[in-house]
C-alpha cells in the first residue's frame, strides 16, 4: 500500500528557509516522477516542482531560484529546499508521485511555454502547512 509522508511544514518570516521532506513508501525506490504541490486558502493546487527518474527537473516560475527538488533514492525520500520564503508561498504543500509512466505520458512537460510537473499523480500525501509572515 503506497503511503506518502510530508513533514517539514512551519511559521517562519518572510525571507526564511524550511526544508520539506516526503517519505515514501509502497513505491519504487525510484519512481519514475515525484513532484511538490501546493494549495492556497481560496485557490487551486498548483505544481511547484517536479523530478523525473532521469533527473529532468520543473519548478514553478515562482519559485524558480529560491526552491530546490531532489531525492535519496536510497532512503525513498523527495526534498523541497525552500530559501527566501514569500508571504505568497504560504500554503499547504504536498507531495506526489507516478510510479511508472504510461506509454507517452511524461513527467515534466512544457505547457503554454513554461516547464511544469505532471498534475496526475498516482499517489498524494496528506500536506503540511507552510505559513510564511511578512
Known amino acids: 500500500q503506497a503511503q506518502l509522508t510530508e513533514s517539514g511544514g512551519g511559521s517562519v518570516q518572510a525571507g526564511g528557509s524550511l526544508r520539506l521532506s516526503c517519505a515514501a513508501s509502497g513505491v519504487p525506490r525510484r519512481s519514475a516522477c515525484m513532484g511538490w504541490f501546493r494549495q492556497a486558502p481560496g485557490k487551486e493546487r498548483e505544481g511547484v516542482a517536479g523530478?523525473?527518474?532521469?533527473?529532468?527537473?520543473a519548478y514553478a516560475d515562482s519559485v524558480k531560484g529560491r526552491f530546490t527538488i531532489s531525492r535519496d533514492n536510497a532512503k525513498n525520500i523527495l526534498y523541497l529546499q525552500m530559501n527566501n520564503l514569500k508571504p505568497e508561498d504560504s500554503a499547504v504543500y504536498y507531495c506526489g508521485a507516478i510510479p511508472f509512466l504510461s506509454w507517452g505520458e511524461e513527467c515534466v512537460m512544457v505547457n503554454g511555454g513554461r516547464w511544469t510537473v505532471n498534475p496526475d499523480m498516482d499517489h498524494w500525501g496528506n500536506g503540511t502547512l507552510v505559513t510564511v509572515s511578512s
Open positions: 523530478l523525473s527518474e532521469d533527473g529532468s527537473m
